[in-house]
Nanobody, 121 residues
Framework: QVQLVESGGGLVQAGGSLRLSCAAS????????MGWYRQAPGKQRDLVAS???????NYADSVKGRFTVSRDNAKNTVYLQMNSLKPEDTAVYYC???????????????WGQGTQVTVSS
């Protein structure tokens, strides 16, 4: 059993900052890419940022220069530092990871439960 547990969402004023964390736990053998997606009401879920096990990061154009994704491989944790937040960043943020477990020796996509980020103007 593999779980992703997110924390760090909340309400912030425009221009403020938040830091999201996502810890993977369970019978984990290996983790490839980890990342963050977001979904606003009535919209599709879109990639925000991702990072490989080697530390190569990829960002959506809308967050480049404002958000930073990082990970701690020893803790199986991925972070999203969000600065200069805008009202349009308001969404439910989901953690995602490509994980091979000890039980299922194949990489599967896992998702966290989501954490709400609300940016007021």
């Amino acid at each position: 059993q593999v779980q992703l547990v997110e924390s760090g969402g909340g309400l912030v004023q425009a221009g403020g900052s938040l830091r999201l964390s996502c810890a993977a736990s369970g019978s984990i053998f290996r983790i490839n890419a980890m990342g963050w997606y977001r979904q606003a009401p009535g919209k599709q879920r879109d990639l925000v940022a991702s990072i490989t096990s080697g530390g190569n990061a990829n960002y959506a154009d809308s967050v480049k220069g404002r958000f930073t994704v990082s990970r701690d491989n020893a803790k199986n944790t991925v972070y999203l530092q969000m600065n200069s937040l805008k009202p349009e960043d308001t969404a439910v943020y989901y953690c995602n990871a490509d994980i091979m477990s000890w039980v299922i020796r194949d990489f599967r996509d896992y998702w966290g439960q989501g954490t709400q980020v609300t940016v007021s103007s």
